[in-house]
Structure formats: C-alpha cells, structure tokens
C-alpha cells in the first residue's frame, strides 16, 4: 500500500506544503454516489492507519451499497488525509467496480442457471492480480487459475509439439496419472474435440467461442460422460451471459469483470 502512495507523492506534496496547512487537524470521508459493491475497504483503512490516520469503518468488502452511504471516516493531520486520498479513492473506485460488474454478471447468469459459477482468468493487467482477485470475490465469483503453476490447462499451442495422437495421448495418460490430486482442462472449439478429451479422460473440457447451440451439444456429453464439467468462455459479457448459461454449462470463464467502469466514490476532506 505505501508504495503506491510513494508513487503519488513523490518527495512532496507541493500544494499542502506552500499552503502551510500540513499540521492541521482534518477528517477525510468516503461515501458512493451510486448502488455498488463495495472492495477495497480494508486497503484503504490500511493506508490511512500507516499514514498515521485513526480511521472508522462503516461498512466492509462485499456489502452492497445504496446511494449516498458512508464507507470510511478518517482524522488526522491535514498532509496525511491528502496523501490518503486520490489513491484511496482509485482502490475504491477500480475495484468496487469490478466487484459490482462480477454481482451484475453472476446474478444474470443465475436467473437461467441458479447452480452456475462465474470464474476470472488471469487475462489482466501486471501487477494488479492481488486487488483484482479481492474485488472478483467480493463480488460473488472467483478465478479461474492464478497462474501457470495452479492448474493444468491444455491448449492447441500444448498439442502441437506432438508428431501424432498416439504420442500426445500416451502424455496425457501420464500426466493424469502425476497430477492425481487435480482436474485436468483442456480447451476446445469444436464438439469431435470435446468428445475426443472427454473419452481420454479430461476433467473439464472449456469450450472457446463456441456457439449455442455446439455449446448445448457439448453438455449433452455427460450423458456419456457423467463425471465431465463443461465451462464456456471468449466473449462474455452482461449483454449475454444468460444465453450462455441457458447452454446449461457448469460455470463461464471471463475476463470482462477486470474492464468494468469505476464506481464513483465521493471523497471530502474537511478542518475539524
């Protein structure tokens, strides 16, 4: 937290500094002028307090906020609130919108599907993974994979350093067999390559831009296959989230909660 406030401050704050009002007494408050909800609470709670902040907390990651209520309340010495502020209210903003975005997307998806799962993939941008995960789950979903280490995922770029089916799948049954403990994905674009990884034992097969209705065929393999999680992602957003989840696949892989619009957050600052 303090380095991205060294990243904001620099060596000084030059307006608080040639104002001379650096020692005086204030209060900082955060509050939403819009139905959010809320992340990123406690980063900015700890923020404040590092700064030297006493700070009073209202409400807590994953509420659900109307219009006009209070987050956060704040005193201290004047130079810490605005140290404090544009950086908190950018936690708040970024990540209260990608957890309100994750709510919207997942309650969609529900209305067609109540057992459906909403994941993240780790499609985002360097350095911002921790915040990002925060606010994804306070918004009601969770992620997809971390990293290259959490899972194992199969790909096309994966197969192609095989010289035949025979090679790769006799891989494949090995790799089963050393990594016993976890499900093993593989992505597909087609039905006859959904059924292929379903018969060589894959626990999940993710299905990449597919349409509906190859998507609702792709289900139709538990039927065979009983055992076998079927995901949709590439694509998805608010604008059809429920058509994919009427395919009646386990659960959507999407990178779209990282792009929401920021909430707007109403900092004041004010002499007490």
């Not at 406690?42 to 006493?54: A, N, T, Y």
């Not at 090995?174 to 990884?197: G, N, P, T």
């Not at 999680?229 to 009646?248: C, F, K, M, P, Q």
Request: charged share 25%; glycine share 6%; hydrophobic share 45%.
């Amino acid at each position: 937290m303090m380095d991205m406030i060294r990243e904001d401050v620099g060596l000084i704050d030059m307006t608080t500094v040639g104002l001379g009002i650096g020692s005086y007494k204030a209060k900082i408050s955060f509050s939403t002028k819009e139905p959010i909800v809320l992340c990123g609470v406690e980063f900015v709670d700890e923020m404040c307090r590092k700064l030297g902040l006493e700070t009073h907390i209202f409400k807590a990651c994953g509420d659900k906020l109307e219009a006009g209520e209070l987050i956060l309340e704040a005193y201290g010495r004047a130079d810490a609130a605005h140290k404090a502020w544009k950086v908190s209210q950018n936690i708040l903003e970024f990540l209260s919108g990608i957890a309100t975005k994750t709510h919207t997307m997942i309650t969609l998806a529900r209305t067609m599907n109540p057992k459906i799962e909403l994941l993240t993939t780790r499609k985002i941008f360097p350095r911002t993974k921790e915040l990002a995960l925060k606010a994804v789950y306070a918004g009601g979903g969770a992620h997809h994979r971390l990293g290259l280490y959490d899972s194992v995922l199969v790909f096309k770029q994966h197969c192609a350093f095989f010289e035949s089916d025979a090679a790769f799948e006799v891989q494949f049954a090995k790799m089963k067999q050393m990594y016993l403990e976890k499900k093993i994905v593989v992505e597909v674009d087609s039905l006859d390559e959904a059924r292929y990884f379903a018969r060589l034992g894959a626990d999940i097969v993710q299905c990449e831009k597919m349409s509906f209705e190859a998507l609702k065929q792709c289900v139709a393999l538990k039927n065979e296959f009983p055992y076998l999680l079927l995901s949709a992602t590439g694509g998805i957003g608010e604008h059809n989230i429920v058509d994919y989840a009427a395919t009646g696949v386990d659960f959507i892989v999407t990178s779209s909660p990282y792009h929401a619009k920021p909430s707007d957050i109403r900092v004041v600052i004010e002499r007490v």
